[in-house]
């Protein structure tokens, strides 16, 4: 934290000078509002890394082609923030704008598309919309599957999303397949003894016991 809290400091000392010198919409003053929203996330001050962020986005909305890559990054900051302080129905139109500039400005399947997946599955997983976060999380495995290796752990916490929804929508077959092939994965890219492993196992007897379950209750 106190590393944190240095940086900080050094940052906002940036920005008094740039905000002196430079004009209210200069990228450099961007850039300062970037890095202190890093920072102020990272020590969990989520209002202050929103506001900053949101600066940030304000100055590229005016010096950035509408579909920048940039813009995305921006709106993904912003919906994360918002997703840890729960604001769920906030962070979903950031999430799926910052994949709408991505689908325009970058080619089919490229990897920065992977973490708009995801932050959109989330945002509707939270809100309990469990079709559309497996469309997302599917998608993201997709263009995962297609740009990393076969053993990549990114892979095996992708699996466990969906069957983590799976789990819960009661498609029981589906999510015991997702959660075997995280399992697998973790098993070949982690030592034995790896705490992973354990969270694989238990996901898995997860879902044994709602199929037990559901057995009996159907007896």
């Known amino acids: ?23 209210s919409d200069d990228p450099d003053l961007a850039l300062t509002y970037n ?12 209002p202050q890394a929103l506001e900053n962020f949101e600066r940030v986005l304000a100055i590229q909305l005016k010096t950035l082609p509408p579909n920048h890559p940039d813009l995305a990054t921006s709106y993904i900051s912003i919906g994360v923030v918002h997703d840890r302080m729960g604001e769920y ?6 999430n799926q704008r910052a994949l709408a500039i991505q689908q325009q400005a970058l080619p089919p399947n490229h990897p920065d598309t992977i973490l708009s997946y995801i932050s959109t599955g989330v945002a509707f997983d939270r809100v309990g919309n469990y079709s559309n976060a497996l469309t997302y999380y599917e998608k993201a495995l997709a263009v995962q599957q297609e740009t990393l290796p076969p053993t990549h752990l990114d892979l095996a916490a992708s699996y466990d999303r969906i069957g983590i929804v799976c789990n819960r929508t009661g498609d029981y077959p589906k999510a015991l397949t997702c959660h075997k092939n995280a399992l697998e994965i973790r098993q070949q890219a982690l030592p034995p003894d790896h705490p992973n ?23």
């Open 89 to 94: 129905s906030k962070a979903l139109p950031h």
């Open 1 to 23: 934290m106190n590393n944190y809290t240095k940086a900080l400091s050094y940052y906002e000392k940036a920005l008094a000078i740039q905000q002196q010198t430079l004009p």
């Open 197 to 219: 492993l354990v969270k694989s196992h238990n996901q898995i007897r997860a879902v044994w016991n709602k199929v037990n379950g559901h057995r009996k209750s159907l007896t």
């Open 35 to 46: 890095n202190i929203g890093l920072v102020c996330d990272r020590m969990g001050n989520y």
